[in-house]
């Protein structure tokens, strides 16, 4: 089974393409140790939030923009083994430097519970991180598998992955825990929707919000309102650069 490191970070704007460089870098030195592909995406329409977003679960300032990304790992061991032994890589040693503040990232283990289409080609990536309770883990799993049948593939949504978390470290400053406001007993998810651009994504968002109009909302297994969520446009894509 497929398993992904997801990371949110703030980067300078301005220091966009040198970000793109750094990571254009980095991915021979993942796929060395195991990595079967990687994509990074910079946002473009990310919401403030009321009680929380994606700004402030990275602290990111006015000028940062928030990158939304993942590395696809076949299994937890690879990975795993992988962070051991890149510590000990020469080739650490000569990445150049991280052109935003490494410590403000977040990044965790997850592993998908629920996946269908593709995200391959995708133009746009619409990303979620959230807290589910433990013992929601099945209703979840439910909810998104109906969502993806009756929304998001009828309305031209590319695939879905919902990746829940299974090694997600706690930081210094900033952590997926904090960033969704976890409760005890809740775990963090990284989940994402991909689809062809940003126009297609736009239009079903209004086709599902109009099929709502008047329907009483239905119970969700988690708590919307620490939800966060926003598109982002890949910058990245490890497929394209084999």
């Not at 990746?163 to 998810?189: L, N």
Request: proline share 6%; glycine share 10%.
């Amino acid at each position: 089974m497929a398993y992904y490191t997801g990371s949110l970070a703030a980067v300078p704007t301005a220091k966009k393409q040198e970000y793109i460089q750094h990571i254009q870098a980095a991915w021979p030195l993942f796929r060395k140790h195991g990595a079967t592909r990687m994509i990074e995406s910079w946002g473009v329409d990310v919401q403030r939030g009321k009680v929380n977003d994606l700004y402030g679960a990275v602290n990111a300032r006015d000028d940062e923009t928030v990158v939304y990304a993942w590395i696809e790992w076949p299994d937890r061991a690879t990975a795993d083994t992988a962070w051991q032994n890149m510590q000990d890589d020469p080739a650490m040693k000569e990445m150049p430097e991280m052109p935003y503040d490494g410590s403000r990232m977040i990044f965790g283990g997850f592993a998908p519970i629920f996946e269908e289409g593709t995200d391959k080609g995708a133009g746009y990536i619409q990303g979620f991180v959230l807290a589910v309770p433990q013992n929601n883990k099945a209703a979840y799993a439910g909810m998104a598998a109906s969502a993806w049948e009756d929304a998001f593939k009828p309305h031209g949504c590319l695939g879905t992955v919902e990746a829940w978390g299974v090694d997600v470290p706690h930081g210094k400053q900033t952590d997926f825990y904090r960033a969704t406001r976890s409760e005890a007993g809740e775990v963090p998810m990284f989940s994402w929707t991909a689809w062809p651009d940003r126009a297609t994504c736009d239009a079903a968002a209004k086709a599902m919000e109009a099929g709502m109009e008047g329907q009483e909302f239905p119970e969700m297994p988690f708590d919307g309102m620490r939800m966060m969520w926003g598109g982002f446009e890949p910058i990245f894509d490890s497929d394209a650069a084999r």
